[in-house]
């Protein structure tokens, strides 16, 4: 058995060096990162998207006629890690651009590297807020929807309950302490009659569920944030059900509605959350007809979040160097800023003032159907109603 | 009232989990002395397993049977483990086993995926327990008083198992004194494997019931083997009993301790591990280590600085090193330097494990140290290069005089847990004050200066240091402290009563590397222009232990090679697969069948044996003239 | 006898565990030259005895005076510095150093030297060790790993190392167990020769009766942590008392039939 795994890596290893040496004159490299061992369920589909996307530029004729290549290294999961594979790229295979990571820290060391060696990036997935405004350079540009903005379109809808007593369950890290100050914040601002009654920072990944949830319950909230993810998420959900945590309560979570994040809860799926997701089964836009169909009858299962951020990560990376003409990273940057393009959510656009896309996510409800969790009532929201104002903004992001 | 109640019940079902897998570990440490690092891999293989039993086969029985076949598979899993690869390495130093069992566990994180895939499992909940109790308006899952009731269960088994069987009798004797055992003429290798096989099965067994109440993902593993580790310790090596107060006290804790400090979970088991250690070296129910007697046969050949000839290719090989500009690309550069400052590291912490005999879990914190050191230093006061350069190390050196000032009370496995847990808390405190660390998500912008940033000026600046650090090193180890650090290693009791005071060389020796480390740590910063509190995190302490111990823990210098072998494997295949962790673990695995003395040590060895047998001639010689006189 | 200075006295030492008395308050004294032999049967707390001496244990009560000053309370390292030399009843040695080595690392303590970094321990005091180890015969094996050592030659080695600090007294807790009888006697000789030489006192203890015997100028007897007998060889071997306590290990016996045949 492990005879046959490692003669698997060998065949990999192999596979890709000679992929390497495969270099042409008419290609036009992308050098992708992400945390592909660290975190193989959100990258997975992610890897697919944009294998997809990488497909169908190439199909069309590639990028002013020349061939798109992805050159994809593995981060494990450490910054510094990211760090020499981002040099590699650069320096060892002359990729014309820098893209994707997944998490924050591992966005904002590739971010600062670009920003150093003067190479445009296109970061996919991290979410901290950091990237494009407290330690946003000029070589960074994001697609996914923020921090902030997933905040925003969470406290619009959650402002509107009654609950009047909130608690907090967070990851203990940058991730989860910014989300909820932002959501606090946000929603303080618009229901200055809440009360914030108790909040609860297990350590990401290894959360100890029933005292957290026991704990909580205790502070008998009216309301629930929860911003845990992943495993922490399942077990969290788990022994919330086992206690009757939710019962009664308005929870209002981030990401949950991710299939990333949904699908392991099964048929024990809490119903009735606020989330903010991908109801990929719901969303009936010619846009994302088409991609869904091309992703299934490619892989044969169907697309995640993170599909859609691979996807789009390639499809944005191959607007800009059409529209640049060049791999000059001035030249990308001037491309890149205030680009508009079609993705499966609709029209987004690079914004010139922070360098984030308007992407936006759905916003809906938990509910169970066949054993299976999935979002309801959901509503796209656009990215761009969810941004503080131009001279906030400007005020939160450093003069290049 | 009922709340706490009900908390404390909730943390007694946390402790259950905990326990069933520390009794494990406790054990086979206890009877083998190996610092089973794979034990987190069992535990998670248990939870896939017994996952995919359970789904197969439905009802009470299919559940119930589920968990348990599947812990008796893993079991089997840890019979061949142990038979196949520990019995080849029971004879190499210390420590050495940690090697192989790390190598296993990264083997097996990749191994999972390929098989279960990479998505959340969600398992089964038990048949008849999937509800909640209802006490005084406080719910109780079921399932929780279930294996509340279950670990007391296990830990009697134990018990009777320990005290009214002969193998019992065996274990506990083997776990007092080996080679006592030995010498009753007991089978000692189908006991270590019995031993390795109950561990293992406890260990699966804690896996698989956790499928009720977590998701079966492949980094259980990493989640559980620290925590565990802490806790064995907490309740002393080797004791079941231990184990169990240890895993109470440390979830109990938690349990109660989110509900007045919410963000202590990620260092609680830490802060009690370094205070009962300090306060009881040997943990709650431990008893202290009996010196540890060396393996016999084991580095006879004593240490020589190197003769001229060695020094001239030493030269020579660094010259060599220095070319590389001249026809490497800049990314082979920075590798270059990234390997220069590994280096650095591993020669660190190599010099106080192989001559101070003091193995470090926890080295990351110093080189971490050194890094923070150098990003404050340089962003926050803005000082030039050279300067954050010189001064940032300090910052290592001072965490080293304080940390290593109570470390070096202890010894052995104790010595490692509470360097471990320090860089434990050290790593928290980067992660949490985001005002000053930047948390998780670093200090960025720590470029070199312009002299220093073109990759061959920081290629020829870091390998420069790294040579001078493993040169001072070097000179150090044959210097009179080098000699009085290694007699305390040797012997204690020689040494106490020849005047040399032990710990305050131990500490100076753990100042010393602690610096040295911070000095590769301030390099780090600039060559990666960024500070992330990974740089002080567990797996970077491990990889300086497998660099150490991959170049030969009873040579002078084995670590540079060592560090030059692992890292740029390392980078090579994170490079080219993803599937990085099985070829490194499979790698590694190799390695230690292969050298079971390390890199260099297995080459010094082969050395050593051409050179003794010209020196047996002498020696016959000499014995000769004694005999006529 | 008088004009010899006291180098050790012991007064009213005492030492129990759980109630149990090691050691009894056991008083002596031993000057500068002389050998004096601590024997008793086993658990007569020779071994508690000889741990307070050399700092490992602590008295309940009682003084130890060394060299003029009180070691009560001291760590077997600073005891050490007064200028005592020991060796074990398991020999301590260094095995990952030559034999040379291993008196050097005695000599750079000696020499406070703990603490340089940077000196060359190779070139340190080499002569000076080796004078030590050709004083105990070892001169040969300076360059040999130690742990390739016969049992004997570690020994004999120990006591290198115990004479680099010059000490005025050594302690040498059973210095010949392990032995062929043929060592125990050439030990015993060398370091009566050594000790006259150089007028050191020697406080040792031994299970040996033939040892103990030939070699003591004196002898203290313990039995159940206390002092029973103290005199010269003849005077403790005509002792009803002792002869009562050893008859039950037939060690009486023993020690004259291989005195006899030894003679």
Redesign the interface.
């Known amino acids: 058995m492990r005879r046959r795994h490692l003669l698997g890596a060998g065949l990999a290893i192999a596979v890709a060096g000679m992929a390497g040496s495969a270099m042409a004159q008419s290609e036009i490299k992308i050098g992708e990162i992400n945390s592909y061992s660290l975190l193989p369920a959100f990258t997975e589909p992610y890897r697919k998207g944009w294998q997809l996307a990488v497909e169908e530029v190439n199909a069309a004729g590639g990028i002013n006629g020349k061939k798109l290549v992805v050159i994809s290294k593995d981060d494990g999961g450490k910054p510094a890690d990211a760090q020499t594979a981002a040099n590699e790229l650069v320096s060892s295979e002359n990729v014309a651009m820098l893209a994707g990571t997944f998490l924050s820290n591992i966005g904002l060391a590739v971010s600062d590297f670009a920003n150093q060696k003067k190479v445009f990036f296109l970061a996919a997935e991290p979410l901290t807020d950091a990237i494009t405004w407290s330690k946003g350079n000029r070589y960074t540009f994001r697609l996914r929807p923020s921090n902030y903005m997933q905040a925003a379109m969470l406290v619009e809808e959650a402002a509107k309950l009654p609950a009047k007593r909130w608690a907090t369950i967070a990851p203990n890290y940058e991730y989860g302490q910014s989300a909820v100050a932002v959501f606090k914040k946000l929603m303080s601002e618009k229901r200055p009659d809440i009360q914030w009654v108790d909040e609860q920072w297990p350590p990401q990944g290894k959360i100890d569920a029933g005292p957290v949830v026991q704990a909580v319950a205790a502070a008998n909230p009216e309301a629930i944030l929860n911003v845990t993810f992943g495993a922490d998420l399942v077990k969290l959900v788990r022994e919330g059900n086992t206690r009757g945590l939710f019962k009664g309560r308005s929870v209002v979570s981030f990401l949950t509605g991710e299939p990333e994040y949904l699908d392991p809860l099964k048929d024990e799926t809490p119903e009735g959350w606020i989330v903010t997701g991908y109801p990929w089964y719901d969303i009936k836009t010619p846009d994302h007809d088409k991609f869904l169909k091309a992703y299934q009858a490619k892989f044969n299962d169907y697309p995640r979040l993170g599909s859609i951020v691979g996807y789009q990560t390639i499809k944005a990376a191959a607007a800009i160097l059409a529209k640049a003409n060049s791999t000059d990273p001035e030249k990308l940057i001037a491309a890149t800023e205030g680009l508009s393009m079609p993705s499966p959510f609709g029209e987004i656009t690079f914004r010139k003032i922070d360098h984030q896309s308007t992407l936006g996510a759905y916003v809906g409800k938990t509910a169970l159907k066949d054993g299976k969790g999935v979002m309801v009532d959901s509503v796209y929201r656009k990215g761009a109603d969810y941004l503080p104002s131009d001279a906030e903004v400007a005020k939160l992001r450093p003069k290049d | 009232m009922a709340f706490y109640f009900a908390q404390f019940l909730t943390g007694l079902a946390s402790a259950a989990s905990l326990f069933l897998v520390a009794s494990g570990l406790s054990i086979i440490f206890g009877v083998t002395r190996i610092v089973n690092f794979a034990h987190g891999a069992f535990y998670m293989l248990g939870a896939y397993v017994a996952f995919t039993l359970t789904e197969r086969f439905s009802g009470a029985l299919g559940f119930w049977g589920g968990i348990v076949v599947a812990a008796l598979v893993v079991a089997v899993v840890g019979v061949l483990v142990e038979m196949v690869l520990l019995r080849r390495i029971y004879h190499a130093p210390e420590l050495f086993q940690l090697l192989a069992t790390f190598g296993l566990t990264l083997m097996v994180q990749d191994i999972v995926v390929l098989i279960w895939g990479p998505d959340d499992l969600l398992g089964r909940r038990a048949p008849g327990f999937r509800g909640a109790v209802d006490f005084f308006g406080q719910n109780i899952p079921s399932y929780d008083l279930f294996l509340i009731a279950l670990s007391p269960v296990v830990l009697g088994v134990l018990w009777l198992l320990f005290q009214r069987t002969r193998w019992g009798v065996l274990v506990r004797a083997a776990t007092q004194d080996r080679d006592m055992v030995a010498a009753l003429g007991v089978n000692q290798k189908w006991l270590f494997t019995s031993v390795f096989a109950l561990g293992v099965f406890l260990a699966a067994l804690g896996g698989a019931l956790q499928i009720p109440r977590d998701a079966v993902h492949h980094a259980l593993d990493l989640r559980i083997i620290v925590e565990v580790f802490v806790v064995v310790v907490i309740g002393g090596l080797g004791s079941i009993i231990g184990a169990f107060v240890a895993a109470v006290l440390v979830s109990e804790l938690n349990a109660f301790g989110i509900l007045i400090f919410p963000k202590i979970s990620i260092i609680l088991v830490f802060l009690v591990m370094a205070v009962v250690l300090i306060v009881r070296p040997w943990g709650l129910f431990g008893k202290p280590e009996a010196a540890a007697r060396r393996t016999p046969g084991l580095t006879v050949t004593p240490w020589r600085p190197l003769a001229a000839g060695e020094r001239w290719a030493s030269l020579g090989a660094l010259i060599l090193a220095a070319m590389l500009p001249l026809f490497a690309g800049n990314y082979a550069l920075t590798v270059g330097s990234e390997i220069a400052i590994y280096v650095i590291f591993a020669a660190s912490l190599h010099f106080l494990m192989s001559v101070g005999g003091l193995a470090s879990f926890g080295h990351a914190a110093y080189f971490g140290l050194g890094a923070y050191g150098v990003a404050f230093l340089a962003k926050a006061a803005g000082l030039p290069m050279i300067v954050s350069l010189l001064l940032g190390p300090v910052l290592g050196l001072l965490g080293a005089a304080v940390f290593g000032f109570f470390a070096v009370q202890l010894s052995g496995v104790y010595f490692a847990m509470l360097t471990l847990a320090f860089a434990q808390i050290v790593w928290s405190i980067a992660f949490q004050w985001v005002s000053v660390t930047g948390g998780d998500n670093g200090i960025l912008g720590v470029w070199p200066d312009k002299w220093a940033s073109s990759p061959a000026n920081f290629y020829w600046l870091s390998l420069g240091i790294a040579a001078l650090v493993v040169a001072v090193l070097r000179v150090i180890v044959f210097s009179p402290f080098g000699f009085a650090l290694r007699a305390t290693r040797d012997s204690p009791l020689r040494s106490e009563a020849v005047g040399i005071n032990g710990k305050r060389v131990q500490w100076t020796a753990f100042v010393i590397s602690g610096t040295a480390a911070g000095i590769g740590g301030a390099l780090f910063a600039y060559l990666k222009g960024s500070v992330f509190p990974d740089s002080l995190g567990i797996s970077l302490s491990v990889d300086a232990l497998v660099m150490v111990l991959l170049g030969g823990v009873e040579t002078v210098s084995g670590a540079v090679i060592g560090a030059i072998v692992f890292k740029a494997a390392n980078i090579w295949l994170v490079s080219q697969t993803d599937l990085s962790k099985l070829v490194l673990g499979g790698f590694i695995v190799l390695m230690v069948v292969a050298f079971p003395k390390g890199i260099v040590g297995r080459l010094e060895a082969i050395w050593n044996r051409r050179r003794s047998s010209e020196d047996k001639k002498s020696a016959l010689a000499t014995s000769r003239v004694e005999v006529a006189e | 006898m008088s004009m010899v200075p006291t180098l050790l006295s012991v007064q009213n030492l005492s030492k129990s565990y759980g109630g149990v008395h090691a050691v009894r308050s056991v008083s002596f004294e031993l000057r500068a030259g002389e050998i004096l032999a601590l024997i008793g049967p086993n658990g007569a707390g020779k071994s508690t005895c000889f741990d307070m001496l ?1 700092g490992q244990n602590i008295p309940d009560s009682g003084r130890i005076t060394l060299l003029g000053e009180d070691t009560v309370g001291r ?3 600073a005891i ?2 007064l200028g005592v030399g ?1 060796t ?1 009843q398991i020999t ?7 034999v040379r ?1 291993n008196v ?3 000599l ?3 020499g406070r ?10 070139q ?1 005091a080499r002569n000076e060790a080796g004078r030590l180890l050709d004083l105990v015969g070892m001169g ?1 094996y300076a360059g ?5 050592l016969a049992y004997g030659d570690l020994k004999r080695l120990e006591l290198a ?1 115990a004479l ?2 010059q000490p005025k007294l050594l302690l040498m807790d059973e210095p010949t167990a392990g032995m062929a009888p043929r060592e125990r006697i050439e030990l015993m000789r060398l370091t009566a020769r050594i000790a006259r030489e150089k007028s050191i006192g020697v406080l040792f203890t031994e299970h040996d009766m033939d040892v103990v015997f030939e070699h003591a100028d004196r002898i203290l007897v313990l039995n159940r942590g206390s002092l029973i007998a103290e005199g010269s060889p003849e005077e403790v071997r005509g002792n009803p008392q002792v002869r009562a306590i050893y008859l039950g290990e037939g060690l009486v016996y023993d020690a004259r039939h291989r005195e006899g045949a030894g003679a």
């Open positions: 050399n760590k077997p390292r050490w510095r020991r074990f301590a040695t260094f095995p990952t150093m030559t080595e050097q690392v005695a750079v303590s000696y030297q703990l603490f340089n970094l940077w000196g060359s321990t190779a340190f040969a040999r790993p130690c742990g390739e190392i680099a600090n």
